[in-house]
């Protein structure tokens, strides 16, 4: 499989990913209430995250984030192959 190239979200639209920036990793919504003690306390909390995907697009001006239930399709180029480690 090759990298990324577009990402399908459910407007219909395909939205162009920058610079080999596509990633899988856990997603959640965080909320700052009073400083970033508060953050950090709550970030070392033992949640069981959900899977998101991220990725620049517009030359980088925007970074997306969203659940990986939010993704429609992912378009790869057909580049170099996937190894299996």
Known sequence: MGQATAVL????????????????????????????ERMLAFLRKKIVPTNGATWTENGGEYIVFCPITAIQAVRCSAGEQEKTL
Do not use: I, N, P, T
């Not at 939205?15 to 959640?28: G, I, L, M, N, T």
């Open 9 to 36: 979200l459910a407007d219909g639209e395909w939205h162009q990913v920058e610079d080999r920036s596509f990633y899988v990793d856990a997603y959640k919504y965080v909320r700052v209430a009073s400083g970033m």
